[in-house]
């Protein structure tokens, strides 16, 4: 089966290895890039399977006409990935409303405009399928990525939604959360442009890190991510939420059992400061107690 892709973040890194996947498949991709011309070498590669478009998620209107261009190019969207990205980096105390909104308007709304552009095309059709980018940082949260962080974890509460929505129709959703990749991410990150110093120790070594992921032959592989979204899109048994290497299983089971002492100590707190069972006060909520029934902590 042939399937038309529309493919966002590709000048580099995942999204790069992706389109390059698809086109070699067999596929059609419509592969975006914010610089004209990046994308030459690989449209020459795969003539008529990779097709550039010009696209900077943040413009509404970029977007509409980029969905319109793959439809008139392709015939319609099967397959929409957000995986355009950039990162602020600085501590909550460092970023500025503009930052927090340029992160945000990327992560989070430039994906959903997208999605809502597709989601017609798709129920029309019959079928789809919605492959939102987010990362280990949707699911936790390290010193100075709070931004980044609050981006993908509004971009999973959407997945999450859009996945109740739209499954009547045939619409799929799978939403990726890599680990560490070799990619050029971590160099592309900006600092904050208002720095206080006294974070520098907080959240320097993890600035570090992120400049070091390029190149290190520990961390995965473009091409395997790559592999990977085209099994996920063409095997239908994957979940909706899918951590994405090796790394981030690890820190995903340490979340886990750190979530569960973090309920427990939780209810040990709130139980020991309730008013005594009976009272007015403490009178148990309607449904609280079969809901604990059906599900347990």
Known sequence: MTRRWLVTGCSSGL??????AVARAGDTVVATTRRPGALDPLAKAFPGRVVEAVLDVRDAARCRAVVEFAVERLGGVDVLVNNAGCGVFGAVEEISDDELRDQ??????GPWRLTREVLPLMRAQGGGHVVNVSSLAGRTVFP????YSAGKYALEAMSQALAAEAAAFGVRVTVLEPGGYD????TSVVPAAAAVPAYGTVTGPMLDGLRGMAGNAELGRPEEFAALVRRVVSDGSAPLRLPVGEDAFGYLGVLTAGAAEELA???????????????VAGAPVPGARAAAVEHPA
């Open 144 to 147: 100075g990525l709070g931004a």
């Open 183 to 186: 990619t050029r991410y971590g």
């Open 15 to 20: 999204g790069l290895a992706l389109a390059e």
């Open 104 to 109: 945000l308007e990327v992560l989070v709304v």
């Open 265 to 279: 100590a939780a209810r040990a707190f709130v139980t020991a400061g309730a008013p005594p069972e009976g009272s």
